[in-house]
T-cell receptor, first 117, second 108 residues
Framework: DTAVSQTPKYLVTQMGNDKSIKCEQN?????MYWYKQDSKKFLKIMFS???????INETVPNRFSPKSPDKAHLNLHINSLELGDSAVYFC????????????????FGSGTRLTVV | RKEVEQDPGPFNVPEGATVAFNCTYS??????FFWYRQDCRKEPKLLMS???SGNEDGRFTAQLNRASQYISLLIRDSKLSDSATYLC?????????FGRGTSLIVHP
């Protein structure tokens, strides 16, 4: 039974399109996150949500918007996709109720490989 | 200036070898530290936390050197299945920063 699941696994789309990536966790964790892993393999945090409140928003373009209908879901919506958005996007969750998982670490989803053409 | 640095490798070692990786960080006020493992085209998975006094989990030993601002991961008796990229994570100002990762290849 998958703990953190995200869909789709692969997404190929044209520049300018709008797309969404869905994420669900069944761990009962308090906080969910979105990470971006670029071609150089750096993982960078984009957002985290705790009790439906955004508690981190790094220097991410406002074309990216997280949406959390409930504690178990954190979707990522991207408007006007650009070539530079191509990356692997990971959803994650943590049982901690704070900005960073400083005690117990993260559980990651399997990733969504986004390719913008 | 990178906040968290790792030697990307790859470290090429034979089965049974002992191998160690370091990860340096720039902020002396960093709060907590982890090692993750990431297989090719897979998600990162938590390997172990790093405690101030050092900690061990089977063949894996993690250590923290606050004075020199680095953490280390030691793998004893390497297995083929240990081949992966090892990412360090440093929580600075309550914000996580991942290193780029160190690639390990264990060969027969």
């Amino acid at each position: 039974d998958t703990a953190v699941s995200q869909t789709p696994k692969y997404l190929v789309t044209q520049m300018g399109n709008d797309k969404s990536i869905k994420c669900e966790q069944n761990l009962g964790h308090d906080t969910m996150y979105w990470y971006k892993q670029d071609s150089k393999k750096f993982l960078k945090i984009m957002f985290s949500y705790n009790n439906k409140e955004l508690i981190i928003n790094e220097t991410v373009p406002n074309r990216f918007s997280p949406k959390s209908p409930d504690k178990a879901h954190l979707n990522l919506h991207i408007n006007s996709l650009e070539l530079g958005d191509s990356a692997v996007y990971f959803c994650a969750s943590s049982q901690e109720s704070r900005r960073a998982a400083t005690n117990y670490g993260y559980t990651f989803g399997s990733g969504t490989r986004l390719t913008v053409v | 200036r990178k906040e968290v640095e790792q030697d990307p490798g790859p470290f090429n070692v034979p089965e049974g070898a002992t191998v160690a990786f370091n990860c340096t960080y720039s902020n002396s006020a960093s709060q907590s530290f982890f090692w993750y493992r990431q297989d090719c085209r897979k998600e990162p998975k938590l390997l172990m936390s790093v405690y101030s006094s050092g900690n061990e989990d089977g063949r894996f030993t993690a250590q923290l050197n606050r004075a020199s601002q680095y953490i280390s991961l030691l793998i004893r008796d390497s297995k083929l299945s240990d081949s992966a990229t090892y990412l360090c994570v440093v929580n600075e100002h309550d914000i996580p920063t991942f290193g780029r990762g160190t690639s390990l290849i264990v060969h027969p």
